[in-house]
């Protein structure tokens, strides 16, 4: 058994996309890389093994969800390490290029490895002189490399031309040496699709295109021109993360809220989110409620779709985790929780509440009918249903007059097009539907080709 599968514990947000990890020290501590705000897995996974964090770490300034660090300082008494340079508005031990951190018995080393933003660092784990791994955060992931232009469009050119130099210098490492990132597949932060989330400086050298570009000017047009869109709340977490997310007591309780309180609230200029089932909602909303149903992804569309500082107010299914609802709000900084409707849809009606519904379609019965492709720009152009129109769900409240009338929504399964189509109607659009399956099997039910391209 080598060092990883006795010490290293990832922790994966499939949502987001991203990888935590605490490290069992030996002496009953741990050192936290990247942890999030919502700490339960780790918090779970570190009393499995009678461990206290005693050093929490953060390779960057997260700008796709708020740290844990200051959350494990307060609580564990755990020393945060992170970039000099990133200027934390909180107690924290800076680092910069080159700096070591005793462990007990293991060493931490800081690299400077500019890029995904000015300040990043990976952090090389050192066993005497025995490199064991580098926590890579956003610079050398799992077949790419982080994006950067999350400081602005105009930065995006030269800080990839950092992130070229950071690549060179990490791939500089003993071929065998473990790469632990942050950002894995299904990050906005520019992570490719892929089963890996962890890999070896020997495999990336091999296998990661990046590392096979012949010089800076073609690394930089390959990674540029790999980049998609990305949530709205990529904009606001990087200052909120330097200055320090406000410490939790624990997790707010979602209040239950009548009727009348809801209308109050609504009236008031709240935002009413459905977290229920694509179908329940289908079925029968309150009208203006945007539809964004709990699963992983959730934190990822309410942080695209909804503004941060109106009060949220939630319409739940019987037997949905409330405290999901909350931590996933919470990690990317959404602290205004109105509470949740008491009774759900059962109370409302019940009270003489007005109901909308959106009908769901099979792939066999959409003939005739204009398609609203809402997946992003990548997925439509791999293939998608001829004559669709795409605008990427990300982009539909600034271009929901482009949507054409009575569409048929799809994305790759449902869920998105039902967001899409709540954002739609509360916009003023009717006789909407959304297909209740993918491209691919409309392919399947009619026996025709997807189209390619834009």
Not at 293 to 321: C, E, H, K, M, S
Request: charged share 20%; hydrophobic share 45%; proline share 5%.
């Amino acid at each position: 058994m080598g060092f990883a599968d006795d010490h290293l514990i990832p922790l994966v947000d499939h949502g987001l996309g991203n990888s935590a990890y605490l490290v069992d020290l030996g002496d009953g501590r741990a050192l936290a890389v990247d942890a999030a705000r919502d700490l339960r897995a780790l918090r779970t996974a570190a009393k499995r093994r009678g461990l206290r964090v005693a050093f929490a770490a953060d390779t960057h300034l997260h700008a796709d969800f708020l740290s844990g660090a200051v959350q494990l300082a307060h609580d564990d008494g755990a020393a945060v390490l992170a970039s000099t340079a990133g200027m934390r508005a909180f107690a924290h031990h800076g680092l910069g290029d080159g700096a070591e951190v005793d462990l007990g018995g293991l060493t931490l080393r800081a690299l400077a490895t500019p890029g995904h933003t000015d300040e990043h660092l990976s952090f090389l784990l050192l066993d005497g002189d025995r490199e064991l791994g580098v926590f890579t955060g956003g610079s050398l992931i799992v077949g790419s490399a982080a994006r950067t232009d999350l400081l602005g469009a105009d930065r995006a050119q030269e800080l990839a031309r950092a992130q070229y130099h950071s690549l060179k210098r990490l791939a500089r490492l003993p071929d065998a040496v473990a790469v632990w990132p942050t950002h894995g597949a299904g990050s906005f932060c520019s992570a490719p699709p892929g089963a890996e989330r962890t890999t070896t400086i020997g495999a990336q050298k091999h296998a990661n295109p990046l590392l096979a570009a012949p010089d800076e000017d073609t690394f930089v047009a390959q990674l540029l021109g790999s980049l998609g869109s990305y949530p709205a709340y990529f904009d606001r977490l990087g200052e909120v993360n330097r200055r320090g997310p406000a410490v939790l007591a624990g997790a707010p309780l979602l209040p239950a809220l009548d009727t009348q309180r809801v209308r109050s609230l609504l009236a008031d200029g709240a935002q009413l989110v459905d977290v229920r089932p694509v179908a329940d909602f289908a079925a029968g909303h309150i009208p203006g409620a945007i539809s964004i149903p709990l699963r992983d992804q959730f934190a990822t569309w309410l942080g695209w779709l909804l503004p941060d500082d109106a009060p949220l107010v939630f319409v739940t299914a019987a037997g949905q985790d409330l405290a999901e609802i909350t931590w996933q709000a919470l990690k990317i900084g959404y602290e205004r929780l109105a509470g949740v409707l008491d009774g759900g849809m059962d109370a409302w009606t019940a009270q003489g509440g007005a109901l909308e519904t959106i009908a769901l379609v099979s792939a066999d019965r959409i003939a005739g009918r204009p398609i609203l492709d809402i997946r992003q720009k990548a997925e439509h152009t791999a293939g998608h249903i001829p004559g669709a129109i795409g605008i990427e769900l990300g982009d539909l409240h600034a271009r929901a007059d482009e949507a054409p009338a009575g569409a048929v929504v799809a994305c790759g399964h449902g869920e998105r097009a039902m967001i899409a189509a709540s954002l739609l109607q509360r916009a003023g659009h009717r006789n909407l539907a959304v297909l209740d399956a993918g491209p691919g099997d409309w392919a399947n039910a009619t026996g025709n080709a997807l189209e390619e391209g834009e």
